[in-house]
């Protein structure tokens, strides 16, 4: 069964670094999804992404954060300069045609992100 | 304000049936209201998907009322193994945001 594999599994950083969160969707999905779960709560919308560029983002998706698919096949979420706040489980998600809520995503396993 | 409201847990015992309902206001006219389950480090994992009436599929049921601004996910004889956080999503109009609930925390006892 295809499925959606996020690397790395575990980040450790420094305030102030540069991290890539990379993920690799479903092959002939065309919709990609960040969300963001901060230990203890709920799942939080970062943005989503069809056709080479954003559909739809956040108030948490700020100038810190970019997204990119550099290739065929990766998905990759980068935070320019982490913050404390930005430690967090970030999940990536695909889906196939109809993108938004009309269709079923599927979640990768996650990386959990430490900001020390 | 677009917000997506759910009880924050359940007790449930096993075979019994267990209905979670969730408010969405301001949801979007042609968009699905989706309901997912994580389990603890994981990701959340598609149940059910609907718009309208009552969507049933292997796992579990789905009811949406005229208005679409609740749904209520009912999952039929539960067991020790649904216990799980269960999330609604809806699409808001208000830029086609998705918005998850803030997850139910149903838990089974034997």
């Known amino acids: 069964e295809p499925e959606v594999t996020q690397t790395p599994s575990h980040q450790v950083t420094q305030m102030g670094q540069e991290v890539i969160l990379r993920c690799v969707p479903i092959s002939n999905h065309l919709y990609f999804y960040w969300y963001r779960q901060i230990l203890g709560q709920k799942v939080e919308f970062l943005v989503s992404?069809?056709?080479?560029?954003?559909?739809?983002k956040s108030e948490i998706f700020d100038d810190q954060f970019s997204v990119e698919r550099p290739d065929g096949s990766n998905f990759t979420l980068k935070i320019r300069s982490t913050k404390l706040e930005d430690s967090a489980m970030y999940f990536c998600?695909?889906?196939?045609?109809?993108?938004?809520?009309?269709?079923?995503?599927?979640f990768g396993p996650g990386t959990r992100l430490t900001v020390l | 304000l677009a917000k997506t409201t759910q009880p924050i847990s359940m007790d449930s015992y096993e075979g019994q049936e267990v209905n979670i309902t969730c408010s969405h206001n301001?949801?979007?006219?042609?968009?699905?209201i989706t309901w997912y389950q994580q389990f603890p480090s994981q990701g959340p994992r598609f149940i059910i998907q609907?718009?309208?009436t009552k969507v049933t599929n292997e796992v579990a049921s789905l009811f949406i009322p005229a208005d679409r601004k609740s749904s209520t996910l009912s999952l039929p004889r539960v067991s020790l193994s649904d216990t799980a956080v269960y999330y609604c999503?809806?699409?808001?109009?208000?830029?086609?945001?998705?918005?998850f609930g803030q997850g139910t925390e149903l838990s089974v006892k034997p």
């Open positions: 609907g718009y309208k």
């Open positions: 999503l809806a699409v808001y109009n208000q830029g086609g945001k998705l918005i």
């Open positions: 301001n949801i979007a006219t042609n968009d699905y």
């Open positions: 998600a695909s889906s196939g045609a109809g993108g938004g809520g009309y269709n079923e995503q599927f």
């Open positions: 992404f069809y056709n080479n560029e954003i559909s739809e």
